[in-house]
């Protein structure tokens, strides 16, 4: 109990807020190299998930190299990559780690977001008239947002526990204060540093998941809530669509 109050205590010294080392100072590192490194890996997993789901091409493929991807240590990872690249490119390095290893979630959350529409509302959507690219960007990309939301909240997560380990390679952040208190058998410095990165952790993944919860079409939360055995419950999906669109189509797809 005296280590938790000693570790508030530190949490809320007055010298936190000042110098290179601030709090502020740490988690905005934290947060900057968070936010870069799942921007990037969605720029190359979202399109390429897409084709993926889209065409039913190349799954088993993305499947297998998101599962070795997983299966790499991410301080393993973290320090090769360093010692590769360079000590003077040490950021660069270490956002090429981050990026490897939230590409899997990522990828795998947007092809999965189009395997899991009903064919039926695919097959309803092609009998109405619509191009292929009609498909994919007014029935399939917003039915897919949810599972597509729900990797990238797997990504940052992973991204802002790894990036808690950058601090041994001197990259800052939140875990500068877990590296460097133990050493100096400061445990109350370990203790509040740890306490920041679950106070982040928790605060993205809240975001995320009202995020994941707000993207789900108003006709699919109206077909869930109404239930399976409800008249038009299997055109919910379908109905989905076009709540995410002005044009109303939603007479024609039932």
Do not use: C
Not at 89 to 96: D, L, Q, R, S, Y
């Amino acid at each position: 109990m005296n280590l938790f109050l000693d570790a508030f205590a530190w949490l809320f010294s007055p010298e936190r807020l000042e110098g290179p080392t601030a709090i502020p100072v740490a988690l905005a590192q934290h947060l900057a190299y968070t936010a870069i490194s799942v921007l990037v890996a969605a720029a190359i997993a979202v399109p390429l998930g897409w084709l993926i789901g889209h065409t039913g091409r190349g799954r088993d493929i993305a499947v297998a190299v998101s599962g070795a991807a997983r299966a790499i240590p991410s301080f393993g990872l973290l320090v090769l990559l360093v010692m590769l690249i360079g000590v003077l490119h040490k950021p660069e390095a270490a956002v090429i780690s981050y990026v490897l290893l939230a590409i899997p979630s990522i990828l795998a959350g947007a092809y999965a977001g189009f395997e899991a529409i009903d064919r039926d509302v695919i097959g309803a959507s092609r009998a109405i008239g619509m191009t292929p690219w009609q498909v994919l960007w007014r029935v399939e990309v917003p039915l897919g947002l949810p599972l597509l939301v729900a990797g990238l909240r797997a990504a940052t997560l992973q991204v802002v526990a790894t990036v808690t380990i950058g601090a041994y390679v001197g990259l800052g952040g939140l875990g500068q204060y877990i590296i460097a208190g133990i050493p100096l058998r400061r445990y109350d410095m370990v203790l509040g540093g740890a306490l920041l990165v679950a106070a982040l952790a928790l605060v993205l993944d809240g975001l995320f998941a009202l995020t994941q919860r707000a993207v789900v079409p108003r006709g699919v939360r109206a077909s869930r809530a109404a239930g399976p055995g409800a008249p038009g419950s299997s055109a919910g999906a379908a109905a989905a669509a076009s709540d995410t669109r002005p044009v109303d189509r939603s007479p024609v797809l039932t």
